[in-house]
């Protein structure tokens, strides 16, 4: 199963979430600094998984980006240099 990490639960992150989980064999986990966001996205779908990351955090981004097969990140552009940093190394050890 692929596994898709979205970062950030706001206004577009819906229908994207809701297009992934259209196809059988992705699952999508979505993350935001707010989880009543995230599991609102995620609702009671089997293949979502709402969770609360703060991007502060490098450690737990590093984790959380480790474990996808895909990010998107939805969040402020502040934000896009340290996805981007830890998507990079993560793909290294493919």
């Known amino acids: 199963m ?6 950030g ?3 577009v992150a819906g229908p994207l979430v809701r ?5 059988p064999d992705i699952s999508v ?3 935001d600094v707010e989880l009543p966001k995230a599991r609102a996205l995620a609702g009671s779908h089997p293949r979502a998984r709402a969770f609360a990351l703060d991007l502060r955090s490098e450690e737990a ?3 959380e980006i480790a474990g996808a097969n895909l990010v ?3 969040v402020p552009y502040a934000f896009h240099p340290v996805v ?3 998507c990079i ?3 290294a050890t493919w």
């Open 61 to 63: 981004v590093k984790r």
């Open 19 to 23: 297009y992934f989980l259209e196809i």
């Open 72 to 74: 998107v990140s939805l």
């Open 89 to 91: 190394a993560a793909a």
């Open 29 to 31: 986990r979505i993350a």
């Open 9 to 11: 639960a706001g206004f």
């Open 84 to 86: 981007a940093r830890h």
């Open 2 to 7: 692929t596994t898709i990490l979205v970062l």
